[in-house]
């Protein structure tokens, strides 16, 4: 499905449009590019960064954010 006929979608199901907005769209919508990002592959490296996450001191939603971003990622193989 194409980001127009998404758009056209959310605005007929929500009932704010009255006809599909969709068409009007097209060439507004630029394609998104793929980004990659570094990731730690070795596994030594990951256990001392999830060693340093548990022994944070600081902010509690920090600290929480940063223990669940690892089970929020991919991982690598190698």
């Known amino acids: 499905m194409s ?6 979608r ?3 199901q929500t ?3 009255e006809r599909d907005l969709g ?5 507004a919508l630029t394609p998104v590019k793929a980004k ?3 990731c730690i592959t070795n596994p030594k490296v990951i256990g001392e960064l999830l060693r340093s996450i548990n022994g944070l001191v600081g902010s ?3 600290k929480c954010a940063l223990q ?3 089970l929020m990622t991919e991982i690598a193989r190698t």
């Open 3 to 8: 980001k127009e006929e998404y758009v056209g």
């Open 10 to 12: 959310v605005f007929k």
């Open 15 to 17: 009932g704010r449009a």
């Open 23 to 27: 068409g009007d769209l097209r060439g």
């Open 36 to 38: 990659y990002h570094a």
């Open 60 to 62: 509690y939603i920090t």
């Open 68 to 70: 669940l971003a690892p």
